[in-house]
């Protein structure tokens, strides 16, 4: 695909080894790490059309269902080849991540060598893309699996279209289309894909200079643009379907107006900026300032942000590399900014994926022309080069670290980031999870402290919630189900909520609904058989139905828990047969054991000695 004389090809072939070992340095220690409970669940180890493999019903259940309020096929298909090959062991899900990066890394040295012409600057820019602390986010976790696939096939894209802009044909036009198409399926923010191709007409292949030289009809941008519709049409037919599939959670947006949308995504655009150069105090999620963004701050950035745009437009001639990069940056973030808000962050590390890279071409170039009259020049840069590369891969690794579990990486993010309630809940539902219930509770309550209204702190950690709370938690899920009826998440949060709020005729209620609407809930399943074999009121109470739950429930992946094992072995006792209780509780013992779960380990002894008894379990549940 690429004609280079034998000299080249080794040069070539030792800057890709070079590349793919910078990858593997940064992220291989991501192959010895765990899922984290921040959308791994949905996208694979509780996602049962996922976690299942790969199969022909699960073939079209990609094409034809949104996937955790996305359409991306092609990540759906990616994490279940990964459940075939791997199961739910997190290190191969990794694998596939680290994988797709060196891929991605190379791709994208050779589409820019084949673009710019430039060996040693391509490299540098696919070297600080690869191991750059804002990459380790979309890497280190897999539920970011969406960037680097998409990074695979933008970066493809890229390299076909620079074959198809020095010899156009159909054939060639049809490949790049393709590669595009992929890419979308795989992430939708790829939509700005079409204007990145029309800049890099401008520079640096300079379609309209070439065209006149060679005595061709003079190309115009409307030529271009005409050239691109269907690549722009493509884009537009993602749009539609990325708003379908997002539009539980924009329509659950409402409280964030557009004025607080406005000042988050000017003030995002320096906080990107600064990013790049100084990478320090990254975090998975950074919570929205929600209309409390500084003024003078919003000024700043709003009046950097221009004056960077008019200098770029103003060295259009003569340094026309900065006004592609600087443009490829603002073009590619403007899906990414929040103006139509998804999900209750700031702003995300992930964001800048395919953003940077231009502010990367803008920058390298731009140093190799500032410094073409120095003494030594070669040496510098060369020094300059390593330099940068050793102190990013030396972070990178460090800030890899982090995501080695949950409670590492929210911790750390507690404390990098302020007045974070999601951050909070998440440690307190992982910290839960490993037994640590005071600290559960003490991470959940200050969830609530910092943001009462955000009912999603409420019933995913056992405490007791005033009557305030209660109805401000119930209001928040009633109103997110008025929006979309069929959010089983909803429903099983109301539920939970109801349940902590003596109404389990209510919780009954929305869990038996969000059956009916996905059969094979499993959070569902094990709260309602959870209530009906330990609810102290009688009339409530259902044995037979509760173990033809909670089997369900332990069928599913994941169903090994000692928690939903737990469930079982109530749910057996209830309806009195108790030798399968004791044996299905000791082996939830076991896992908890395992798990190192020291409070879980001690209420299960303490059942089993009741099961021994032929006694069963009552408890007022307090629990997702």
């Not at 507690?414 to 539902?429: G, I, Q």
């Not at 959940?444 to 938690?473: D, F, K």
């Amino acid at each position: 695909m690429i004609n280079v004389s034998p000299v080249n090809r080794r040069t070539l072939i030792g800057i890709c080894a070079l590349l793919v070992a910078l990858v593997w340095t940064v992220f291989g220690q991501t192959l010895r790490h765990g899922f984290i409970n921040f959308d791994d669940n949905k996208y694979v180890y509780e996602n049962a059309q996922v976690s299942g493999g790969l199969s022909g019903t699960g073939f079209v259940w990609a094409f034809t269902h949104s996937h955790s309020e996305n359409w991306h096929p092609l990540t759906t298909l990616t994490h279940m080849l990964d459940c075939q090959l791997y199961g739910l062991n997190a290190g191969g899900h990794h694998f596939t991540n680290v994988l797709l990066q060196s891929v991605a890394v190379v791709l994208l040295f050779f589409a820019l060598q084949q673009l710019t012409g430039s060996v040693w600057r391509s490299a540098f820019v696919a070297a600080i893309f690869a191991i750059h602390p804002l990459r380790v986010e979309s890497v280190a976790w897999v539920a970011a699996r969406k960037d680097v696939l998409s990074g695979v096939f933008f970066a493809a894209t890229l390299l076909a279209y620079a074959r198809y802009a020095r010899a156009p044909n159909a054939t060639r036009y049809l490949f790049v289309l393709i590669l595009f198409a992929c890419g979308l399926m795989s992430k939708p923010t790829l939509v700005t894909l079409p204007f990145v191709l029309l800049l890099l007409d401008y520079w640096p292949l300079n379609r309209s200079h070439r065209s006149e030289v060679s005595g061709q009809k003079r190309s115009t941008i409307t030529s271009f643009v005409v050239e691109k519709i269907p690549l722009f049409a493509l884009s537009a037919a993602s749009c539609v379907v990325t708003i379908w599939a997002q539009r539980p959670t924009i329509s659950s947006l409402g409280g964030l107006p557009f004025s607080w949308r406005g000042e988050n995504a000017i003030v995002s655009m320096l906080i990107y900026l600064r990013q790049l150069v100084w990478p320090t105090d990254l975090a998975l999620f950074y919570p929205h300032p929600r209309g409390e963004e500084n003024l003078v701050l919003v000024l700043l950035a709003a009046a950097c942000i221009a004056a960077v745009t008019v200098l770029s437009v103003f060295l259009r001639k003569t340094a026309p590399y900065f006004f592609v990069g600087w443009l490829w940056y603002v073009g590619m973030l403007v899906p990414m900014l929040g103006l139509v808000q998804v999900g209750l962050q700031a702003h995300a590390d992930r964001y800048t994926y395919l953003p940077h890279i231009g502010l990367l071409i803008a920058l390298t170039w731009l140093v190799v022309d500032l410094t073409k009259e120095w003494r030594w020049r070669a040496a510098i840069l060369r020094f300059g080069a390593a330099t940068a590369i050793i102190a990013l891969t030396a972070c990178s690794f460090q800030e890899t670290t982090y995501w080695r579990d949950s409670i590492s990486i929210w911790t750390h993010t507690l404390a990098v980031t302020k007045n974070n309630d999601t951050a909070h809940l998440c440690l307190a539902e992982a910290l839960l999870e490993r037994g640590k219930l005071d600290e559960a509770i003490a991470h959940s309550q200050a969830a609530i402290e910092i943001r009462p209204a955000n009912a999603g702190a409420y019933g995913r950690v056992p405490m007791v919630l005033t009557a305030e709370q209660s109805q401000s938690a119930i209001a928040y899920w009633q109103n997110r189900l008025k929006a979309n009826p069929l959010n089983t998440d909803a429903h099983n949060n109301l539920g939970v909520v109801l349940i902590q709020s003596g109404d389990p005729r209510g919780a009954i209620a929305q869990w038996e609904t969000s059956l009916a609407i996905k059969p094979n809930d499993g959070n569902a399943e094990n709260n309602l058989a959870w209530v009906l074999a330990t609810y102290p009121e009688e009339t409530l109470r259902n044995g037979k139905r509760a173990v033809e739950l909670a089997e369900k429930a332990t069928a599913l992946p994941g169903g090994q828990d000692p928690i939903v094992l737990r469930t079982l072995a109530a749910a057996y006792a209830e309806a009195g047969e108790f030798s399968k209780a004791v044996a299905t509780a000791e082996e939830a013992l076991k896992s908890a054991t395992a798990r190192q779960n020291s409070s879980l380990v001690e209420t299960l002894q303490s059942e089993i000695v009741l099961y021994r008894a032929n006694k069963p379990h009552r408890e007022m549940p307090s629990r997702q």
